[in-house]
């Protein structure tokens, strides 16, 4: 065993993978995450005597949140990055730490005595110390003998992962809480210390999850205060002529700089996978060079860029390694990174990135190949579908809607998550669709009509935008003067993949949610013994064959 991760849905076995990842991840590269998850935690540690004394560092906050986000499944791949991230890791972590040592000595009159654990005194002062630290699998799972607080760590450490992506891409609209960033850093330090006991961190779960619907909240505050609140709209799935951009992940500042800086310009912006939803915000369909949404979900992107014969940005997660043939034409920015791929750096000083490169690339390309013709139709946040809440209401009271299927989450490449689509097809005619992230590619092309009017699936948007389906529900609920949001006829099937999906779940379980399918496994990183728990206090299930699973939500089960 070389290296060992459990993080996503597709590991191996799903148990863990120790050789290489399944997403192409590799050994050293697996290991210096590991390390430098640690190095985070020994910050936070920091951050969390800071608090004590009033200390708050903002820059710090936000290189947790963005380091976190780097280490989620398919966003970098590069060990050049992750030593650089370490090296910064303890500069700034030795910075807290004088800052603390200084205030206590302040305030007490007398040197610090140490109560921190052994983390945040990891003394690791260049590369060649940080490799072999790495190589010796330094921070990882295995170190965590006792297999039921491993399992609870995880379910934390992989939900704070899913928190920091929100929290990083509200933070680039400006929108930053202190609340959020000092919570990352006590969850973090938790994980470290050894007075926490299982009922603790259970506790820290579901904390994790109340958090969570907190910075779901900030990040859909931050999209509608910059680019409007999504509207109902009809996208292009075909092509216009000219050499374009596809640009993927999740980040609609990137994509709202590129649209400025490609004006008049001949070169068509499409969006892919994730970056759909973009279309929704007014602020963004508004520029006329945004053609259309080109393929489809996240794992297809290597065909998919033999036919798009331009350049592909990458935002944020979602990045598989690529053909070697593509590797000029990929450019990353953010927490993304590969290496031999171009990297465009951060905003500096409050100025826009600099898209000069991938725009040079995208003149010189052949125009796409159409390989899709027609258009969907998404753009149902909470706002919009509660502008139609009358109708809704009065389809549901007529039982013309009998049933709510919330099937937001993740696409991935198993053949069981064909799962998906079957079950979207055998739901009779008079149940709903309610959906976010790339999941919906399962099913959002299929032609399955509409009620009165209101389409039978309803797109709210990117994995990002999952609030808006907890926001229709807690909504509804109140439209109906119920006292519990699971006596709505609404049933939840959620697929999962990676760590913001964690998070989704962990949202919804603080909501009081109860009796959630999810597939198409349940999370390796659970024990017997956690999952038991999580079965028995939230009805959480694993998905069975789609006709069951039709027939039992359909009846309310």
Not at 226 to 243: D, E, F, H, S, W
């Amino acid at each position: 065993m070389s290296m060992f991760c459990h993080q996503c849905q597709e590991t191996a076995k799903n148990t863990g993978c120790t050789i290489q990842g399944v997403c192409g991840k590799k050994e050293e590269v697996a290991n210096l995450q590991d390390l430098f998850i640690w190095t985070l935690k020994g910050i936070s540690v920091w951050g969390v005597e800071g608090k004590k004394f009033g200390i708050y560092d903002e820059e710090i906050g936000f290189f947790i949140v963005k380091g976190l986000f780097s280490t989620i499944t398919n966003a970098n791949f590069s060990r050049t990055d992750f030593l650089g991230f370490i090296g910064q890791g303890l500069v700034l972590r030795e910075r807290l730490k004088e800052q603390v040592l200084a205030a206590y000595q302040k305030a007490h009159g007398r040197a610090f005595t140490s109560t921190v654990p052994e983390c945040a005194a990891y003394t690791c002062k260049d590369e060649t110390e940080i490799r072999a630290k790495a190589a010796s699998g330094a921070g990882g799972w295995l170190e965590i003998v006792n297999e039921d607080e491993r399992s609870l760590k995880a379910t934390v450490q992989y939900g704070l992962k899913g928190m920091s992506a929100y929290a990083e891409h509200a933070y680039q609209l400006k929108h930053h809480s202190q609340k959020i960033f000092e919570f990352l850093m006590e969850a973090l330090a938790a994980l470290v210390d050894p007075l926490q006991t299982q009922d603790s961190l259970l506790g820290l779960v579901l904390k994790t999850g109340e958090m969570g619907v907190e910075t779901m909240a900030l990040l859909d505050k931050a999209n509608a205060a910059g680019y409007g609140t999504p509207k109902i709209t009809t996208v292009n799935l075909g092509t216009a002529g000219r050499p374009g951009i596809l640009v993927t992940g999740h980040d609609l500042v990137d994509l709202h700089e590129l649209l400025e800086q490609t004006q008049g310009l001949g070169i068509d912006i499409y969006t892919h996978s994730e970056m759909l939803p973009a279309h929704y915000y007014p602020q963004l369909k508004r520029y006329d060079h945004l053609v259309g949404n080109y393929g489809n979900a996240w794992w297809l992107q290597k065909t998919e860029l033999d036919t798009f014969h331009g350049p592909i940005l990458f935002t944020s997660n979602c990045i598989v390694p690529p053909k070697p043939d593509h590797m000029d034409r990929i450019f990353t920015t953010g927490a993304v990174g590969f290496e031999g791929c171009v990297h465009i750096p951060d905003r500096k000083n409050g100025k826009p990135k600099d898209f000069s490169r991938i725009i040079a690339r995208a003149k010189v390309c052949q125009p796409p190949e159409q390989i899709e013709q027609g258009s969907i139709v998404g753009g149902f946040g909470h706002i919009q579908v509660m502008e139609l809440k009358d109708k809704v209401i009065a389809a549901v009271k007529s039982g013309a809607i009998k049933r709510f299927v919330v099937m937001g989450g993740c696409d991935g490449r198993q053949k069981s998550r064909d799962y998906y689509t079957k079950v979207a097809e055998l739901l009779p005619k008079d149940a709903v669709i309610l959906t976010a992230g790339c999941a919906k590619y399962k099913y959002l092309k299929l032609k399955l009509g509409d009620i009165g009017g209101i389409p039978r699936i309803l797109d709210a948007g990117q994995c990002n935008d999952s609030y808006s389906l907890a926001v229709i529900a807690l909504e509804l609920q109140k439209a109906f003067g119920l006292k519990d949001i699971n006596e709505l006829p609404i049933s939840f099937d959620i697929a999962w993949y990676e760590q913001k999906a964690v998070l989704v779940l962990l949202a919804l379980l603080s909501l009081g949610v109860k009796g959630i399918r999810l597939g198409p496994t349940l999370p390796g990183f659970l024990s017997p013994n956690v999952g038991k728990i999580l079965i028995e206090k939230f009805g959480i299930r694993a998905i069975s064959t789609p006709e069951e699973d039709v027939a039992a939500m359909m009846a309310g089960k």
